[in-house]
């Protein structure tokens, strides 16, 4: 299991939890609860008609949403989550990201006010250091940099 991130920590995250330069962001820790704690935040989910258009939004607890995620995508999110953490993405998102526990132990964000907001949080780097190590098989210095720039 991942550990917990730290409030005021940069983390690398993978849109999607996908490895390529154009899905590489850093994010940052800014508040970590339980889940008991989100069932008080309200969130605003868009619902979308057949041509994903935004009909309307509905506003829902945080917990309430996390579980629709862990019903809907029940190969990914765990049904048990020891905390939701909450980040900032700038440069990704207006919004802020909530992620929570996978069945892997890692961390996960969960699509809440747009439909492209899933993506894994590398609290130890480990998935940076790997893409690294593999480009340095096969890739040049500067398909490398790229990656090394993200800010």
């Not at 940076?128 to 210095?141: G, H, Q, S």
Request: charged share 30%; proline share 4%.
């Amino acid at each position: 299991m991942k550990p917990k991130p730290t409030i005021g920590t940069e983390y690398y995250f993978w849109d999607g939890g996908k490895t390529s330069p154009s899905r590489l962001y850093k994010c940052k820790c800014e508040r970590i609860i339980t889940p008991e704690e989100t069932k008080n935040i309200k969130v605003k989910v868009p619902h979308w008609d057949f041509d994903c258009h935004c009909e309307y939004f509905e506003e829902e607890s945080l917990y309430e949403h996390w579980k629709a995620e862990v019903l809907n995508n029940d190969w990914l999110y765990s049904d048990d989550t020891d905390f939701f953490i909450e980040c900032s993405c700038p440069k990704y998102d207006d919004n802020n990201l909530w992620f929570v526990r996978t069945k892997e132990g890692d961390w996960f964000s969960m699509n809440i006010q747009n439909s492209w907001q899933r993506g894994c949080l590398d609290i130890d780097g480990e998935k940076y250091k790997n893409v690294i190590e593999d480009y340095k098989n096969w890739a040049n210095t500067d398909d490398i940099s790229i990656y090394e720039n993200i800010t």
